[in-house]
């Protein structure tokens, strides 16, 4: 936290009667040359007044250094996490493309089973195959209607994310982009 010194009132302690000439004052600065414009916060950085108390009546700024960093991690974070959902809504709809042609199959396939099956007898191994055939697309049916379930919540449950995530990085991002805007 700064700390706010303003130029004494009375004489300076140099100037003050048995003190050599140009000596400098107790904290080893000589402020005789700064005039009541300027204030010195904290140690060392002199300031005009105006500066000073808009910098004190402000909110806390976000140090330089740190502004480096933090613009250095969301310059790299943001484009990552914008190429994840890509990829991830690219495999989403890749997933429901696999998962709709599979359904496709397995009914045409069903179906094709059921109709075989009629045309065979039904005590022959031929049939029985058959009728496993049925069975075994009727479990791929329900498998895929399952696994588009599944897709669907997760498309879901990546849109809540991104309206969580998308206002924290437009935020970010002008804060960012206008360093005056923290000021």
Known sequence: MATLTMQPIGPLPSTQEGSSGNKPAEGGADLSDID???VVLGKSDIVPVDLAA???SSTPTIPSWARRVLGGMLHTVVPFYQRVRFVEDETLRNVETA???VEHIAEVTEKLAANVADQL???????????KVEYFAEVVD??????????????KFSDKIDAEVEPVIKELEKEFKDPAASL
Do not use: F, M, Y
């Open 36 to 38: 009541s414009g300027w």
């Open 99 to 101: 998962v709709e042609v």
């Open 121 to 131: 007898p039904e005590n022959g191994c031929l049939h029985k195959a058959v009728e």
């Open 142 to 155: 329900k498998d895929a209607e399952k696994v588009d379930a599944i897709a669907e919540k997760t498309d």
């Open 54 to 56: 808009q910098s004190l």
